[in-house]
């Protein structure tokens, strides 16, 4: 089968690779017909995250047709299409009992500090991902669900990943009717917790980022106000003069590891990996928010530590949430959301690509080339 | 060390300010407090183990299901050896880790060499896209580097022959 295949920092190819098999009583095999890439995907990409492979399949955003079953796999049936969460989740660990899907514990024997995730190197279980035609699929009965009848394919798609983390990223803001909420990164992720933040009650939304387009497509889709911290003073000072000099009552950080806007951390988190990514917006995050308010992170860092304010974050009283998104936790209402046409998530798709194009898939999402907001990857049996 | 028992409800005030409903990790967590019990749940069948699986020292075995991509091979694989006898708390883990990442990408063009195959390093760095979408920069960056390239290389030939 056609597979995208790593090679290292920045090279990426699509090969041929040996179709995946049935390994466990619970998996699933998978004929994938979307598949996203993600800005997650950049970190890995650009040799960020430990134990990334080469030889690797990436890809945690997928849809696709069951084509085969384990003898333990009771609720799917063949020919089944289904959208597959990005968290692998056993269902019966201690944390799924608590609907923290994605922090399964019987999913990832490389780390314990991160449940199983497809296609995002050893320390997330080593699981090829659904950037190919096919993917093996385990606890198949647990979290992938059968996309809903008339449901486009492209909003299936991003309820794998980009619509729960948004929305949770506002959902763990605690927001109150009538709080200013600032989001970090106008990127999908931050984007759609921009446009979640309303739905939990905002009362103001910011989006802070630097890249233009994105910024006035965050101002349009959210809606919402959107700066570009190189236009600002200081995006700390920004938000306080604001905010009656007081702060956001809510920060969400939904850049991660790739942020610009700090020499500093640009060349010990980016540059030497001395640290888990650079944590400039965590840093704009702790210190933009009011005493006493909350810091919501989705964004993702690497497993080595990162320089952030930690001082601050005592001495304002705040309080810090943070998790990988629980997509079977939020997805039965966010199907809703789709269906009643509250959210929209394919209006942030500008890219659909033949799979077999990964590599300049890959390098125009990165280097944030044509507009690009989302692109998604459409192997050849799915475009026929 | 043998953990020694204490029964709580013998403690001085143990409880008297419990609040339930002080949870800040609602709803991400739906509490059941069944951690307590320890690692004692039901767990799903095992996966067969027929690659080489390297495993956390921060828990007790190989989980239920894993990933079967790229199992370690060569020095990268027995600098990730190294790296998993360390917790996921150390430098110990994560730097050899890291180390073996770089290794293994020379690996990669080793093995590709091997096959007959030699890399398209520009085609993988997805440099069509550059050309189609960002052609003034990507030129821009080529004839930086050669200038700087041509520079260093005439530089160290006049200082060649001027010993």
């Known amino acids: 089968m056609l597979a995208m295949n790593y090679r290292g920092p920045l090279r990426v190819r699509i090969d041929h690779k040996p179709e995946p098999e049935i390994l466990h009583p619970q998996d699933a095999i998978v004929r994938v017909t979307r598949s996203c890439i993600c800005g997650s995907d950049l970190h890995l990409y650009n040799g960020s995250v430990p134990d990334t492979r080469v030889g690797m399949t990436f890809g945690h955003e997928f849809t696709g047709v069951v084509e085969q079953i384990g003898e333990q796999v009771e609720k799917l049936k063949v020919g089944d299409h289904i959208l597959v969460p990005f968290n692998i989740a056993c269902g019966t660990c201690v944390f799924c009992q608590q609907e923290m899907y994605g922090n399964c514990h019987e999913s990832n024997p490389q780390a314990s500090a991160v449940g199983g995730i497809f296609g995002y190197s050893h320390t997330a279980g080593g699981y090829d991902g659904g950037q190919a035609e096919y993917a093996r699929v385990p606890y198949a009965d647990v979290s992938p669900t059968v996309i809903p009848e008339g449901m486009d394919l492209d909003d299936a798609v991003l309820l794998t990943d980009v619509v729960p983390t948004g929305y949770q990223a506002a959902e763990m803001g605690g927001i109150q009717p009538g709080d200013t909420v600032v989001v970090f990164g106008a990127g999908p992720v931050g984007i759609m917790a921009a446009r979640c933040a309303w739905l939990f009650g905002a009362g103001r939304v910011i989006v802070i980022d630097c890249v233009d387009y994105r910024l006035e497509f965050a101002r349009k889709y959210a809606p919402c106000e959107a700066y570009d911290f190189r236009s600002l003073e200081d995006p700390v000072l920004f938000i306080k003069r604001t905010t009656d000099f007081l702060g956001a009552d809510v920060c969400i950080d939904a850049v991660g590891a790739e942020a610009a806007g700090s020499a500093l951390q640009t060349v010990l988190g980016r540059k030497l990996l001395m640290q888990g990514g650079a944590a400039t917006a965590l840093h704009w995050a702790i210190n933009s928010v009011k005493k006493g308010g909350i810091v919501s992170i989705v964004a993702v860092y690497g497993p080595i530590d990162a320089l952030v304010p930690v001082g601050n974050v005592v001495n304002k009283g705040l309080t810090i949430r943070a998790n990988q998104a629980s997509v079977k936790r939020l997805l039965p209402r966010l199907i809703e959301h789709v269906q009643n046409g509250i959210l929209d998530p394919k209006a942030m798709i500008t890219h659909r690509v033949p799979l077999e194009d990964v590599s300049d898939a890959y390098r125009i999402f990165s280097a944030k080339l044509d507009e690009c907001i989302k692109p998604v990857l459409i192997p050849p049996s799915a475009r026929t | ?163």
């Open chain 2, 1 to 163: 060390m043998e953990r020694k028992a204490i029964d709580p409800s013998q403690v001085k005030g143990w409880g008297v300010d419990a609040d339930p409903k002080n949870d800040p990790t609602y709803p991400m967590k739906n509490r059941n407090d069944g951690e307590h019990a320890g690692y004692s749940w039901e767990r799903p069948p095992q996966q067969p183990i027929t690659v080489e699986v390297l495993h956390s020292n921060e828990r007790p075995d190989v989980t239920s299901v894993f990933g079967t991509s790229t199992p370690p091979l060569g020095l990268s694989g027995a600098l990730r050896r190294l790296g998993f006898r360390y917790s996921e708390s150390s430098y110990g883990h994560w730097l050899p880790l890291v180390l073996a990442d770089r290794v293994s990408v020379a690996e990669g063009v080793l093995e590709d060499l091997k096959q007959g195959q030699v890399p398209n390093v520009f085609a993988e760095r997805g440099w069509k896209a550059e050309w189609e979408h960002n052609r003034t920069s990507l030129v821009r960056r080529v004839l930086v580097r050669a200038v700087l390239v041509s520079a260093a290389v005439a530089y160290l030939r006049r200082r060649r022959g001027g010993s």
